[in-house]
């Protein structure tokens, strides 16, 4: 598969699949053609299928696979599935792997015919519907894939080369591991420093399998980073179990649990969401108990009343899109790419607020729920329809603070009437859209007058770090509260759900 053919082969995708792939995601892997094997099947210059693999140590890990429904039961999957493994053992690889949807029976019974098993099911493996994956691979693990790779194929091989023109793969740039600001540390209570970020950012919200991939192949130097600017040993080992992409999960819990063990400290278990509601302990920042917390990043929209760290009760959350979903969205139909959030914030600061009125969703629902999709589509549809008239330029600048206001609105006033309602008279506001300018002077100006408290961190511990997590990670040992090194992952996990399984 060359790049010329990422046109037919997401339009392919898209035919196929509930959940697509999308250009970028199919362009990271043919990036990496280091670990990656992809193949199209073409006849006469049309693109009749295409498979993709990821070569992993030993391992065919089979990540994409359609054929045009037109040309299927004629033996071409099975044409691009040999052709690829068989690239794959060229690699080295002694094995095939992949999953498959629960419900993708067709698909099941195609991969069975290759001699793969199920061996076991990832439950909500799926982030588009919960559903879960079989996993599949010879039972044996046995080179029973040498066989058939032999196999020559029938009517000479349709696929072409891998990308031979991919340009040099990209990388994922660690950002520098560093300490809080010195002005900071004084009034840190936890003497947490922040040591490294979450390296796979650009891709989180992609497939399963590839953030996964990307956060092995980032997890060991960041590790080595991290261990490299400490001056001592860590006492307690604090890991993401969830919420988050069950891949990515595995990746962190198992490194951490390998850690724990090798230095013979205890391991904790904590909840992602938490972690961003008690950020602001790192700057001394955090309120006394009971304050109303609102939580705001990619993939959560909630609004709790937290009690304390046990008793923590959700009052209100997004029914659809998370709102940073929501700007990840709107910038990325702008042409402004990912993340949305800081660009769609700092284009905002020159833009009209009030150019387009986009719908305030919810805003009378007499509840603390939000609903994004429908304000993101109404931007969506504004956009076609100036692009239909011919306007040149968008106005990018009106579109974004317009959209911008429509969302903030509702987050503001509903968390003021939230407080106000429970009597709270502090509100903590955390998550990556909790870095928004525009939030947080809103949210600042309208606690003010009604005579709330507002705590929020330096954007840097807004958004996903692992402070955070050694944070809460503190908080929860110092209370008791430990995992064992059987501990799981939770790609679901509520905030205030107590963690399956620690003690
Ligand atoms: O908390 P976070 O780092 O990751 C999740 O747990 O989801 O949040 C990431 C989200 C992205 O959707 C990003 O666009 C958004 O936070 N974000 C912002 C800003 N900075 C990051 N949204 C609005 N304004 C910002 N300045
Ligand atoms: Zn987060």
């Excluded at 008239?389 to 990018?396: F, H, S, V």
């Excluded at 503001?412 to 859209?433: E, Y």
Aim: charged share 25%; hydrophobic share 40%.
């Amino acid at each position: 598969m060359s790049f010329d053919d990422l046109d037919r082969v997401v339009v392919l995708e898209k035919a196929v699949f509930s959940s697509p792939w999308t250009v970028d995601l199919f362009l990271y892997e043919l990036n990496h053609d280091e670990r990656t094997v992809y193949l199209v099947a073409e006849s006469e210059g049309e693109l009749l299928g295409y498979v993709g693999a990821q070569v992993l140590d030993k391992e065919v890990h089979i990540t994409n696979m359609a054929v045009e429904p037109r040309v299927r039961r004629r033996g071409l999957g099975s044409e691009l599935m040999l052709e690829c493994i068989r690239r794959g053992i060229g690699r080295g690889a002694r094995w095939v792997t992949l999953e498959v949807r629960l419900g993708n029976d067709e698909a099941r019974d195609f991969y069975h015919k290759f001699g793969l098993e199920e061996l076991g099911v990832r439950r909500n493996y799926y982030t588009d519907s919960g559903e879960d994956a079989v996993i599949m691979a010879p039972g044996t693990y046995a080179p029973r894939i040498t066989q058939v790779s032999s196999k020559k194929s029938r009517a000479g091989s349709p696929s072409r080369g891998t990308s031979a023109n991919a340009s040099p793969g990209h990388r994922d740039v660690l950002r520098r591991v560093r300490g809080l600001p010195g002005g900071r540390r004084d009034h840190n209570p936890l003497q947490c420093r922040r040591l490294a970020d979450r390296p796979a950012q650009r891709i989180r919200r992609g497939v399963p399998e590839i953030a996964a991939r990307a956060h092995v192949e980032a997890i060991a130097p960041v590790i080595s980073e991290a261990l490299a600017v400490s001056d001592e040993r860590p006492g307690v080992v604090a890991v993401t179990a969830g919420p988050g992409l069950v891949g990515s999960l595995i990746v962190g819990v198992s490194a951490a649990k390998a850690l724990a063990w090798s230095w013979g400290v205890p391991l904790v278990a904590v909840n992602h969401l938490e972690a961003h509601v008690y950020a602001p302990v790192l700057e001394g920042l955090l309120p006394e108990h009971p304050f109303l917390a609102l939580v705001v990043s990619g993939g959560h929209t909630l609004l709790a009343e937290v009690r304390g760290p046990d008793d923590i009760e959700i009052i209100g959350q997004t029914l659809d899109d998370a709102v940073g979903e929501a700007y990840d969205k709107v910038a990325k139909f702008l042409g402004l790419g990912y993340p949305g959030g800081p660009v769609i914030d700092s284009l905002s600061r020159q833009g009209n607020p009030r150019a387009v009125a986009f719908p305030r969703a919810m805003l009378a629902s007499g509840d603390y729920n939000f609903s994004l999709s429908g304000l993101k589509t109404a931007v969506i549809r504004y956009v076609a329809k100036l692009e239909a008239e011919g306007a040149e330029p968008l106005p990018a600048r009106d579109i974004a603070a317009s959209f911008q206001a429509a969302a903030l609105d509702v987050l503001v006033k509903k968390t003021v009437a939230a407080a106000l309602d429970r009597g709270l008279s502090n509100v903590v506001a955390g998550g990556g859209v909790a870095c928004n300018t525009a939030l947080r002077d809103q949210l600042a100006r309208e606690c003010d007058r009604k005579g709330i408290t507002l705590a929020y961190t330096s954007p840097a511990l807004c958004t996903d770090n692992a402070a955070m997590v050694a944070a809460i990670g503190t908080m929860k040992y110092e209370a008791g509260h430990t995992s064992g090194l059987d501990a799981d992952v939770y790609p679901n996990l509520r905030l205030g759900e107590p963690m399956p399984g620690a003690g």
